[in-house]
């Protein structure tokens, strides 16, 4: 649980950086923000999502599908149905494989933490 001081600091920076959040009413269940901000951090680094995907999530050719749009493949964009396509992989038109939990050692919990974090891409609230 945060600290007062600590909720009061991120809406001070959310304000001075005029970075939008996504409501907490507006998570889907069982998403916060805290498994969104630990998914980023596993998307860009353990997790190596980002070497199809891209560090920005827009995709790469081939590769890894565009993350921050409204379009999906091998989902509806709900946060279960990424879970469910990060879980058990997926290919693509190219014939690029993302294996179950996108390869590395993840756990169950990581991996809800990047689809979290996957879903936050596309759902962020207009500026």
Same mark, same amino acid.
């Given at each position: 649980?945060? &600290?007062?001081?600590?909720?009061?600091?991120?809406? =001070? @920076?959310?304000?001075?950086? =005029?970075?939008? @959040?996504?409501?907490?009413?507006?998570?889907?269940?069982?998403?916060?923000?805290?498994? /969104?901000?630990?998914?980023?951090? /596993?998307?860009?680094?353990?997790?190596?999502?980002?070497?199809?995907?891209?560090?920005?999530?827009?995709?790469?050719?081939?590769?890894?599908?565009?993350?921050?749009?409204?379009?999906?493949?091998? @989902?509806?964009? +709900?946060?279960? &149905?990424?879970?469910?396509?990060?879980?058990?992989? =997926? +290919?693509?038109?190219?014939?690029?494989?993302?294996?179950?939990?996108?390869?590395?050692?993840?756990?169950?919990?990581?991996?809800?933490?990047?689809? @979290?974090?996957?879903? &936050?891409? &596309?759902?962020?609230?207009?500026?």
């Amino acid at each position: 649980m945060k &600290s007062a001081t600590t909720r009061l600091v991120l809406a =001070a @920076a959310m304000l001075v950086f =005029a970075v939008p @959040a996504i409501a907490a009413q507006d998570l889907p269940e069982g998403v916060t923000e805290q498994m /969104i901000t630990e998914g980023e951090t /596993i998307f860009k680094g353990p997790g190596i999502c980002f070497t199809c995907h891209g560090q920005d999530a827009k995709g790469m050719p081939g590769l890894g599908a565009d993350l921050t749009d409204k379009e999906w493949t091998h @989902a509806d964009g +709900t946060y279960d &149905s990424i879970l469910a396509t990060i879980m058990k992989g =997926a +290919t693509n038109a190219a014939g690029a494989v993302m294996p179950p939990k996108g390869g590395p050692p993840l756990t169950d919990d990581q991996v809800k933490a990047v689809a @979290a974090y996957v879903w &936050s891409l &596309s759902n962020k609230p207009a500026k």
